[in-house]
């Protein structure tokens, strides 16, 4: 190398060396969509006061909200103060500004002062949430926390979300979960930057909320006798032969409303028709064709025949109920499901028959979306609008309704291109109740593979979609369906960390998505759950194996881990090996891996056999 080109080849590692010094830093997640590094810190002690304007109550609650979490964990008491010129004090400002988008801030930090600048307070509440990153991470602790430097990086950070519409769903019919569990969960919501929390409320193994006018629906159709254990396709299946139930008050649910509406998330209601249905119509029978009083609330997974009836004692009945949703729910959305509706009951069934032709409709999916129709006609009456599942597009789309796609993403291009809002939610990419990990190594869950690379990949606006369509991609969202998330722990296990990855999908600009980048930051994250105490996956540390043909028909096995700073162990016939290249397959063999990081394991002891 000629000497030039050495100088300039050591300047450029150097400067990607401070670079990266720089960047370890900035352990943001989602991350932000500029961020300026900057030399020196802030730093807190006993003249930090916070600043804001005393004519916003919001301003004011995000003040006292923030000062008591650094108070808690600090021991600082930091006086929350009106914003006046000229106040000699090293000062965090909460400014509203008019220049920008309501979810949307600037954040300054200098040696001096930190300033935050928002279009509404939802975007002060997402730039405390960058602050909190930026500080260690016993910020997110509940005691106080001894030797930690509570200092802030310098920076300048300008950042808006990519999509509106940044959600995460939870099933609380296949299990139920308590009103504490709920607010943890909005808690998490809300450090990932979620705004939309859709609360799947009733489905055939419960409905779980209290509805006034129809007490049976609690009182009967919040209980079923028993619960599958293990796996559906295990023969024969096993039953546990005790009763299971729960359900929300009217108060609890206002209460988590208001909680969510502090975190600037809205809750959206699920409330399923005309399928998924079997506990209201084990509380209320002439809701079934043909008044079928065997119905049971279900105690098996699955896809049930027995469905709402069309008739108009049925709709008097959901709209009675969507009343007092309506009520609880201020959000302009409610689910109305709409999903996985078989046809059978309403084949069979006089009544429907002769609906189908007295509307002169073409058959059941008429029926299907006639049902639709009504329901939303009601909700539209009543000014909310329609959210369903992507069979709500089979026999006709309501007018104003908005299609969350699942069966994959042709529903949502179908309805976009046709000028329907919709969210984004595939099986592939969205499914947070399949696997994250080898399922030989996993907790059991329904089926599928979702590792946390393949959600951070994911991309909301489908190639397919027409440019002019993109802006009906409102965002998108993880389901979270708990038939085999007994408890909260596990359903802590499925979402975490895979919904960082997600929060980084709704949140950050498309191009600076970086695999790379955000599997670094992910281990801070995970100091951050640690302090939470949330039961998120480690997953990210275990070993996978892959084994490829190599052009002279020998066999090759990659091992990798997802752990940036991981180093890859093997064992085979009881000799260690540090992975460094492909393993060569020669003969029958056991291969034993594991990470490491610094000699410690960090990951399982994986086994796979190899021929
Ligand atoms: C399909 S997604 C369902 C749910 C199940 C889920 C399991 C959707 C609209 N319906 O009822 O719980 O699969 O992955």
């Not at 709209?319 to 201020?330: A, Q, R, S």
């Amino acid at each position: 190398m000629n000497s030039n080109i050495m100088k300039i080849f050591i300047l450029l590692s150097f400067f990607s060396g401070v670079f990266m010094i720089q960047a370890a830093k900035y352990q943001i997640i989602p991350i932000p969509q500029k961020l300026i590094p900057k030399n020196g810190s802030f730093k807190f002690n006993s003249k930090t006061v916070v600043l804001c304007d005393f004519n916003c109550p919001e301003e004011v609650r995000l003040a006292h909200q923030f000062v008591s979490q650094i108070q808690l964990v600090s021991g600082l008491n930091i006086p929350v103060l009106r914003n006046q010129q000229n106040l000699n004090a090293r000062a965090i400002i909460f400014k509203l500004t008019t220049d920008s988008g309501a979810e949307s801030y600037r954040l300054k930090v200098t040696p001096n002062f930190i300033q935050i600048n928002a279009g509404a307070a939802a975007g002060i509440f997402y730039a405390m949430q960058t602050l909190y990153q930026l500080m260690p991470v016993e910020i997110y602790g509940n005691k106080l926390a001894h030797k930690v430097k509570w200092q802030v990086p310098c920076v300048e950070i300008v950042d808006a979300p990519r999509f509106a519409y940044r959600g995460l769903h939870l099933d609380v019919s296949r299990h139920f979960f308590s009103i504490n569990f709920i607010k943890k969960y909005l808690d998490a919501m809300a450090i990932h930057k979620l705004n939309t929390f859709h609360w799947h409320l009733t489905d055939d193994q419960g409905w779980r909320i209290e509805i006034k006018k129809y007490p049976k629906l609690t009182q009967v159709g919040s209980i079923r006798a028993q619960t599958l254990e293990g796996y559906y396709f295990s023969n024969p299946q096993k039953f546990d032969g005790k009763p299971y139930g729960g359900f929300y008050t009217q108060d609890e649910a206002r209460e988590i409303v208001a909680y969510a509406a502090q975190r600037f998330i809205t809750v959206i209601p699920e409330i399923e028709m005309p399928g998924h249905s079997e506990a209201a119509l084990a509380s209320y029978p002439f809701l079934s064709c043909n008044n079928d009083t065997t119905i049971r609330v279900a105690t098996n997974w699955g896809i049930f025949k027995d469905v709402f009836c069309p008739r108009d004692t049925t709709f008097r009945f959901l709209e009675n109920v969507l009343t007092e949703i309506m009520d609880i729910f201020p959000s302009k959305f409610i689910h109305i499901g709409g999903d996985e509706c078989p046809k059978d009951r309403w084949k069979s069934c006089s009544d429907c028959q002769q609906l189908i032709q007295k509307l002169d409709l073409k058959d059941e999916n008429g029926l299907q979306s006639y049902f639709i129709h009504r329901i939303e006609n009601f909700l539209n009456a009543h000014g909310r609008s329609i959210i369903g599942w992507d069979e709500i597009l089979d026999g006709g789309l309501a007018p104003n309704a908005t299609v969350m796609s699942w069966r994959g993403t042709a529903g949502g291009v179908e309805a976009a291109n046709a000028g329907h809002n919709v969210i984004m939610t595939p099986v592939t990419s969205c499914y947070f109740d399949h696997y994250q990990g080898d399922p030989s190594t996993e907790p059991l869950a329904i089926g599928g593979f979702l590792p946390i690379s393949q959600v951070y990949a994911y991309e909301p606006i489908a190639p397919e979609l027409a440019a002019n369509d993109k802006k009906y991609v409102l965002g998108s969202q993880a389901n979270v369906w708990t038939e085999y998330m007994p408890n909260s722990r596990q359903v802590e296990y499925m979402v975490f960390p895979r919904l960082a990855a997600l929060s980084e999908v709704l949140w950050s600009g498309k191009n600076q998505r970086n695999w790379n980048d955000f599997r670094g930051r992910l281990l801070t994250q995970f100091e951050r759950y640690k302090q939470l105490d949330i039961n998120y996956s480690k997953a990210f540390f275990n070993v996978s194996f892959q084994s490829q043909l190599t052009t002279d028909h020998q066999t090759q096995v990659f091992l990798s881990c997802d752990d940036p700073i991981a180093e890859i162990y093997y064992w085979i016939s009881g000799k260690k090996f540090r992975y460094t290249h492909p393993i060569i397959v020669d003969k029958n063999m056991i291969i034993n891996a594991q990470a490491f990081e610094k000699k410690i394991p960090v990951g399982k002891l994986l086994s796979k056999t190899f021929h």
